[in-house]
């Protein structure tokens, strides 16, 4: 599939330097679907996670910088810190409407009455964050991840360097839907993450600020292998990043991908993926 690209000076990082907060009232004349961002809500229980405890992100936080950016839809994703909290998640949900939905992290004790309560809120998607010491094996990922399809219909969403999941590409190849958090983390995660993509699964361009890669690169194979797998996501507010997304972050991915491409990924692939009408 050939691929618009320009010319860059840059290998992963930010190519423009500019800050998101000097982006405000700047028209990127694009609908943008955020396919990963976190809320921080102090007013809900929020716990340490290997000695760190994020600061306050609110709503109103978030709706300051995004809203500038198009940003109308998308996913509210729990990391670590919120453990298997779901108030915080259960309140942003009912204040954002139905043009979003969640990513959330559950115990394998959880219930299918109890999934299916939360999917009647929304939540489409179960996370296993892998790379922040999460320790299921793959076999209870895999077992976990059919049980929640099957009642709420749910996807699995994995943070982990894909690096570390090539002995596993064929148990969870076999997922109903995979999505893979931050183009997979490293650069040596590759080929792992196009054979996950060659058997249906979603990338999400991500958290460039606290990636090992070349992000050009990285974008351009996976678009190669399929125009559908790539979703945007600001990763907001990129707790713990080297540095946090940048405005700078989408002009990258549109002037790698090109306008027909990048429609798909700000829009197209994740209403599809979180299943909202595109």
């Not at 007013?43 to 600061?55: F, K, S």
């Not at 999934?115 to 076999?139: K, Q, Y």
């Amino acid at each position: 599939m050939p691929i618009s690209r320009r010319k860059f000076l840059v290998s992963g990082t930010s190519i423009l330097g500019s800050s998101l907060m000097g982006c405000v009232g700047i028209s990127l004349s694009q609908k943008v679907f955020d396919s990963h961002c976190h809320i921080i809500d102090p007013r809900y229980p929020i716990i340490e996670n290997q000695g760190y405890i994020p600061p306050p992100y609110t709503l109103n936080d978030y709706r300051q910088q995004t809203v500038p950016l198009g940003v109308s839809s998308g996913a509210i994703v729990s990391g670590s810190f919120h453990g298997f909290d779901q108030s915080y998640l259960k309140a942003t949900l009912a204040i954002l409407g139905p043009q979003w939905v969640g990513v959330t992290q559950v115990p394998n004790s959880i219930t299918d009455q109890e999934v299916l309560e939360l999917t009647n809120l929304r939540v489409r998607a179960l996370r296993f964050n892998i790379f922040r010491g999460r320790v299921d094996s793959v076999d209870e990922i895999v077992s976990f991840a059919n049980r929640v399809h099957q009642v709420g219909n749910w996807h699995a969403e994995i943070y982990a360097d894909a690096a570390a999941l090539a002995p596993h590409v064929a148990k969870l190849s076999k997922l109903p839907k995979i999505v893979i958090d931050h183009l997979g983390m490293t650069e040596k995660g590759l080929p792992v993450l196009l054979d996950l993509v060659d058997a249906g699964a979603c990338v999400k361009a991500t958290g460039f600020g606290r990636v090992n890669m070349n992000v050009p690169k990285m974008l351009e194979a996976v678009a190669r292998h399929s125009p559908n797998a790539l979703v945007f996501g600001t990763d907001l507010p990129s707790t713990r990043a080297k540095r946090p997304f940048d405005v700078s972050d989408i002009t990258l991915i549109k002037d790698v991908l090109g306008k027909s491409l990048s429609d798909l990924v700000f829009w197209n692939n994740p209403r599809n993926l979180y299943r909202l009408v595109v």
